[in-house]
């Protein structure tokens, strides 16, 4: 079911600059002047087809790069030696992805990933006619200021999502520190998914009796400040997938791990550098289910303005053994360690 997106919104949230959102290695990703071209492998049959695909990713982490293996690795699997990927990774900056999106509209690349929200939105805004899939995004209808979502954008874009279920992972918080009081919900503001997802969960924690108090960094320079903050008022603290937290969590470590305060985090990727706990999705996966929806799009076998935003089938308790052990916490049978 088409869906027509509301110019001014878009537009707006596009001039804010907003954003969305672990491991593997893209291994191609460039910088934003770079380009790099990889073949898929092997030469295509001589009776098939070849397409161009470009993917913008928004930045270099270990959960981004996951999600774009695994849609390569799909593509590859599903249309073997028919596909050239013309790789880009903008930096975290949204006016890269903008330079971007244009690049691949002048090349006429056959389709567009945009891995994360700010490469969604660039994409958007950049053409209505190249077919669009994002993944690692977790809210389309936040990133793309839809107000009366059913599911399916509509239009030239659809992908998939990264939301893992937000009340299991209020549970999980209260799982393993039922005698917690105060959690502190740390994000960068400019990300409207990680908005979206602190506003969702706050409502699942403060039924369960705890007081919530959000923490909200601008980007990496004020990242250690406000983390000490929220540390110092908090016994426990959430992040969401959060793309500049994923991208700095050494920083949030320094700060949590001396402080004693646990990190629950909504993907491994994040847990694995700060967190102590997550209910985390594949990243992997979700570009790969990306990669087969490509295909189909690629070969006529599907329609994109049909396709509904797809999700990740399988969530799992994950633990930082690392950290736990810092932290003198002792997860439950069911946790998994984090490799």
């Keep these: 079911m088409n869906k027509r997106i509301s110019a001014g919104l878009l537009t707006g949230a596009l001039a804010l600059t907003l954003t969305a959102c672990g491991g593997g290695n893209s291994g191609a990703a460039t910088s934003p002047a770079g380009n790099s071209q990889t073949p898929s492998g092997g030469e295509p049959a001589a009776s098939g087809e070849t397409y161009t695909v470009g993917i913008c990713q928004q930045m270099t982490h270990d959960a981004l790069d996951a999600a774009t293996q695994g849609f390569k690795d799909a593509l590859n699997e599903k249309l073997p030696g028919q596909v050239t990927f013309d790789e880009k990774d903008a930096g975290g900056e949204y006016a890269n992805c903008g330079t971007i999106m244009d690049g691949f509209v002048a090349e006429g690349v056959d389709l567009i990933l945009a891995n994360a929200t700010y490469p969604l939105q660039a994409a958007a805004s950049a053409t209505s006619d190249i077919p669009i ?81 959000q923490y909200a960094f601008t ?48 993907e491994s990727g994040i847990c694995s550098g700060c967190g102590v706990a997550t209910l985390s999705i594949s990243y992997y996966d979700i570009g790969y289910t990306t990669g087969e929806m490509a295909a189909q799009i690629l070969t006529g076998e599907a329609d994109i303005s049909t396709m509904p935003v797809q999700y990740a089938p399988n969530v799992t308790k994950m633990y930082n053994a690392a950290n736990c052990e810092t932290l003198g916490l002792t997860v439950p049978e069911d946790y998994e360690p984090i490799a």
Excluded: H, R
């Design 219 to 266: 980007d990496v320079n004020d990242l250690s400040s406000v983390t000490q903050t929220a540390c110092d008022g908090s016994d426990v603290i959430y992040i969401p997938t959060d793309n500049t937290a994923a991208a700095n969590t050494e920083t949030i470590a320094n700060v949590v791990i001396p402080a004693g305060v646990p990190v629950i985090a909504g």
């Design 133 to 213: 899939l994002g993944t690692s995004v977790t809210d389309y209808a936040t990133a793309l200021s839809i107000t009366d979502w059913t599911g399916t954008v509509g239009g030239n874009i659809s992908g998939t999502s990264d939301l893992a279920p937000l009340d299991q992972q209020a549970a999980m918080l209260q799982e393993l520190f039922p005698e917690a009081k105060n959690v502190g919900l740390l994000y960068c503001s400019g990300e409207p998914n990680s908005v979206y997802q602190v506003q969702t969960i706050q409502g699942y924690l403060e039924d369960m009796g705890y007081t919530c108090t």
